[in-house]
């Protein structure tokens, strides 16, 4: 198992950047994958980018260059840089790790509200 803990979010004007972070309870570099959700209002949750334990990142289109998706497994954190914020990149976001054992378990922190307006 694992606790995950998103911080980072907040209100920020369009254009502008924030890192959120997600800390873990225990040793990210035993964790399958990890990776950043969001939800918008009236929207389902979709994939923003994941990094797996072999480097291997994925990205959502939408993203087009404008986010980062790193860890630093000395700290088990996992970051999401993202810049040139956008209206449309408010929702919630979350942080989810994949554990692999006899089965495959899913884990996800609260949220963290990101609101991106003027």
């Known amino acids: 198992q694992v606790q995950l803990v998103e911080s980072g979010g907040g209100l920020v004007q369009p254009g502008g950047s924030l890192r959120l972070s997600c800390a873990a309870s225990r040793d990210i570099s035993t964790i399958y994958a990890m990776g950043w959700y969001r939800r918008a209002p009236g929207k389902q949750r979709e994939l923003v980018a994941d990094?797996?334990?072999?480097?291997?990142?994925q990205y959502a289109g939408f993203v087009k260059g404008r986010f980062t998706i790193s860890r630093d497994n000395a700290k088990n954190t996992l970051y999401l840089q993202m810049n040139s914020l956008k209206p449309e990149d408010t929702a919630v976001y979350y942080c989810k790790a994949v554990i692999v054992g006899l089965g495959t378990y899913e884990f996800w922190g609260q949220g963290t509200q990101v609101t991106v307006s003027s």
């Open positions: 990094l797996g334990n072999n480097n291997q990142t």
